[in-house]
Structure formats: C-alpha cells, structure tokens
C-alpha cells in the first residue's frame, strides 16, 4: 500500500529636578543615547542551557530532489536500535518503511508509537542530501507520548508542555561528524518547518510546525 504525497516540497513618582548648578551635566547625560533594551525579537532564551541571539536570516532555499529515492539510516540512541529503509518512491511513501519507521521513533519510556508525519522524514532526508552525509542519523527524541513530555517539562524548562514531539512531527538530531551549525543552517533554508538548535547539547531540532527557528 503507498500513500501519495500531497503536500508541497514541499514573542511611580516624577523625577525631582537638578540644581541649576547642575544643568550642564544633565544636559550632557541626557545627550547619550541610552540603551537600547533587548526585545523578544533580538534575544531569546534557548533550551536546554543553550543561548541565542536572532539567528541572522537562512540562507537561500536549495534545489529540493523530487524525484530520486528517499532512503533514511536511522539508529535510536535510546533503545540502540538501527533501521535503513527506503520509505519513498516513485512520487509515493511507502506504508510498510512508515509503519517501520514509527516503530523505530516510538516513545520507548512508555513504549508507545504514533503516526509520524511522513513529511517529517522528508525535511530529514533534505537536510542530510545538502549536508552531503551519508551515515546513520542518530534520533534523540521522535516521538513523546503526553505523559512522557509531561514528566520531561516537570524536569527540564527546556521542554514545552505542547510540544510537537506529541504531534509524531518532530525530532531531535545529530549526524555524526558533521557540525551542528551547519546541520541548522541547512534545515533552516529549506523552510518547511521548526528549526531548534542546541550547540552546547550538540543537536538540531526539526519539525514540521509552523515556519519558525530559535
């Protein structure tokens, strides 16, 4: 059974005047531009201990591949288990690759799974084809059942409590060797969803939520 792909490639009182005596000085300190204080949109807090001021805008998007292919290497760092699969093909996903894959990305905490966004792997396969790297994919985090990333965000303000991990469309990355800044700037450029990055943790967050990168 195939499922055809259907979508695109695609936050008091006044001050009491100075002396007279006084009024040169003032006038100096009133001349010096004060500070500017940082905003929402100059600096946000990063999680998992990470920092971050804007990221400068992404890159231009890349030519996308829509029609070779679509093979993943994956290993899940947290059950130790590996799968390669070719879950794309002939402009259709591939029922069984996915139902492997879910498998794979499953909530090992509550050993749960989910349906995840097939376009999810998409984003994924992009990144890892302009990255130019061609090993196993190692998966922090896919999948969180609301009980899983309950107990996650009571222990980490570094967890959302409405995560899209709970939406099966998100995933914690590294590929090994390669940089993660450089993993994030290739996501980030192709524009088809969240973009999370964690240098201190060394991975990259991606999902298929709104267009947005922190």
Not at 44 to 64: D, E
Request: aromatic share 8%; hydrophobic share 35%; net charge positive.
């Amino acid at each position: 059974m195939v499922l055809r792909s259907t979508g695109a490639e695609s936050s008091a009182g006044k001050v009491a005047a100075k002396p007279v005596a006084r009024k040169a000085s003032s006038a100096r300190s009133a001349s010096r531009p004060q500070a500017e204080r940082p905003t929402q949109q100059k600096m946000r807090v990063a999680r998992y201990g990470g920092f971050m001021l804007t990221p400068a805008p992404p890159p231009p998007p890349p030519p996308l591949d829509t029609s070779s292919p679509r093979t993943l290497s994956l290993v899940n760092v947290h059950t130790d288990e590996s799968l390669t699969v070719t879950y794309w093909s002939g402009g259709a996903y591939h029922r069984d690759a996915l139902d492997k894959l879910n498998h794979l990305l499953r909530d090992s905490r509550e050993d749960a799974e989910t349906e995840m966004d097939p376009r999810l792997f998409d984003v994924l396969w992009h990144t890892q084809t302009h990255v130019g790297f061609n090993g196993t994919v190692e998966v922090l985090s896919a999948y969180r059942s609301p009980t899983t990333n309950a107990w996650l965000a009571s222990v980490s303000r570094g967890v959302a409590s409405d995560s899209q991990h709970m939406n099966g469309n998100a995933m914690d990355i590294r590929m090994p060797g390669v940089p993660v800044f450089q993993i994030r700037q290739v996501a980030r450029s192709l524009g088809m969803g969240g973009v999370g990055f964690y240098p201190r943790s060394g991975f990259v967050h991606i999902d298929t939520g709104p267009v947005r990168y922190w």
